[in-house]
T-cell receptor, first 115, second 116 residues
Framework: AQKVTQAQTEISVVEKEDVTLDCVYE???????LFWYKQPPSGELVFLIR??????QNEISGRYSWNFQKSTSSFNFTITASQVVDSAVYFC????????????FGSGTQLTVLP | ETGVTQTPRHLVMGMTNKKSLKCEQH?????MYWYKQSAKKPLELMFV???????ENNSVPSRFSPECPNSSHLFLHLHTLQPEDSALYLC???????????????FGPGTRLLVL
């Protein structure tokens, strides 16, 4: 069975600091998809990125960047120059390719950015 | 993008009440999902509908009854709930869920349910 681990339960940083959220996953499948979602206090999960297991290219989107490394089964998320509006719970998730249909979520990391 | 809406946003009900949660997606998707998010727990998938057919039921108690009349609407009917059912209930949709290419799930804002 697959598993996603977010070891950091809570992180606090001061505005403008860089912060990295860790995500480690476990699966025996070779085809899978990894996701990051943001959940602000309002409750809605906001999709941030999807990455498939055959694409190890890192990605940058504005202040956000993602580092996917199959060798360590990690898919880490970095926010550069953090802002107060980045405060939220961030979830990493995994879904298998093929006939499996369930998104497996990590337990989430509460990020607090202090002014 | 807020293409998935949920009503009501907040609900308080007694254990003997019957209520329904509604989800609507405006994204042209064919798969819809119900998740439960309890405090200090990972998100739990409850039900999956693909092209209006239920394809997953993750051992959810029968006091939760889903209904999917069409690909745009999903309901969760609640009856004789327990206090431990208090949680945030999230609806999501994706292009489909037929296996092969796994589409991104887009979530609604959720319904915060409190059972007294």
């Amino acid at each position: 069975a697959q598993k996603v681990t977010q070891a950091q339960t809570e992180i606090s940083v001061v505005e403008k600091e860089d912060v990295t959220l860790d995500c480690v996953y476990e699966t025996r499948d070779t085809t899978y998809y990894l996701f990051w979602y943001k959940q602000p206090p309002s409750g809605e999960l906001v999709f941030l990125i999807r990455r498939n297991s055959f694409d190890e290219q890192n990605e940058i989107s504005g202040r956000y960047s993602w580092n996917f490394q199959k060798s360590t089964s990690s898919f880490n998320f970095t926010i550069t120059a953090s802002q107060v509006v980045d405060s939220a719970v961030y979830f990493c998730a995994l879904i298998l390719g093929g006939s499996a249909r369930q998104l497996t979520f990590g337990s989430g990391t509460q990020l607090t950015v202090l002014p | 993008e807020t293409g998935v809406t949920q009503t009501p946003r907040h609900l308080v009900m007694g254990m003997t009440n019957k209520k329904s949660l509604k989800c609507e997606q405006h994204l042209g998707h064919n798969a819809m999902y119900w998740y439960k998010q309890s405090a200090k727990k990972p998100l739990e998938l409850m039900f999956v509908y693909n092209f209006k057919e239920q394809t997953e039921n993750n051992s959810v108690p029968s006091r939760f009854s889903p209904e999917c009349p069409n690909s745009s609407h999903l309901f969760l009917h609640l009856h004789t709930l327990q206090p431990e059912d208090s949680a945030l209930y999230l609806c999501a949709s994706s292009q489909d869920n037929s296996g092969g290419f796994q589409e991104t799930q887009y979530f609604g804002p959720g319904t915060r349910l409190l059972v007294l």
